[in-house]
């Protein structure tokens, strides 16, 4: 695995996190979880928003979505850095 920088392994580190402790509140049966919460660096969610990985929403909430495109980063993630997943 070659080095990154600081900045991108925290980004990605960040939507490992988010991936790895979602949730659901509404998801149809069968789906999988999409929510998590959003108590990391607030430019770190801005960014991971800006490119499309999750959706904030309005700013007073407290959790995000994990867009498809987050959720296929994330899996990448996984294999990357040595992580299992959950199934």
């Known amino acids: ?3 990154v920088s600081t900045e991108e392994a925290v980004k ?7 991936y790895l402790n979602r ?7 069968g789906s999988e979880p999409n929510r998590a919460w959003k108590n990391y660096s607030f ?5 991971l928003d800006e490119e499309n990985y ?3 929403g309005k700013s007073s909430t407290k959790s995000v979505y994990l867009t498809e495109k987050g959720f296929e980063l994330a899996r ?5 850095y040595g992580v299992k997943d959950w199934k």
Do not use: H, W, Y
């Open 54 to 56: 999750i959706t904030q």
């Open 76 to 80: 990448e993630l996984l294999e990357k």
């Open 43 to 47: 430019g770190v969610v801005n960014k």
């Open 12 to 18: 990605e580190l960040t939507l490992l996190l988010m």
């Open 1 to 3: 695995m070659g080095k």
């Open 23 to 29: 949730f659901s509140i509404d998801a149809m049966p």
